[in-house]
């Protein structure tokens, strides 16, 4: 089992940044993929970021590439997302998820665990 807690969200003006954080326990990062989702009101999860068990490889959404960066520190068991140039349409609920599998993928549905989520709202 590995539970998530993702914190960091809140509302900040267009341009801004965040750094959202997602804490692991029950069970060591390292054996995990992790990845970051977000759902606005309305609309389907989507993809934001994944980053392999190691962290040399890493994936992101074409509507956040150079924008944010995923990274983790798996001797703290947490993953992070930094979001810079925050635009109104990143404003949404943001999920952490770990894969137990070995390769890294877009698709929620092949993520094993989820965190609660944590809201991020950018005003214009």
């Known amino acids: 089992q590995v539970q998530l807690v993702e914190s960091g969200g809140g509302l900040v003006q267009a341009g801004g940044s965040l750094r959202l954080s997602c804490a692991a326990s029950g069970r060591t990062l390292t054996t995990n993929i992790m990845g970051w989702f977000r759902q606005a009101p309305g609309k389907e999860r989507e993809f934001v970021a994944a980053?392999?068990?190691?962290?040399?490889?890493?994936y992101y959404a074409d509507s956040v590439k150079g924008r944010f960066a995923i990274s983790r520190d798996n001797a703290k068991n947490t993953v992070y997302l930094e979001m810079n140039s925050l635009k109104p349409e990143d404003t949404a609920v943001y999920y952490c998820a770990a894969d137990l599998s070995l390769v890294i993928t877009t698709l929620a549905s092949k993520y094993d665990y989820w965190g609660q989520g944590t809201q991020v709202t950018v005003s214009s």
């Open positions: 980053i392999g068990r190691s962290g040399d490889t890493t």
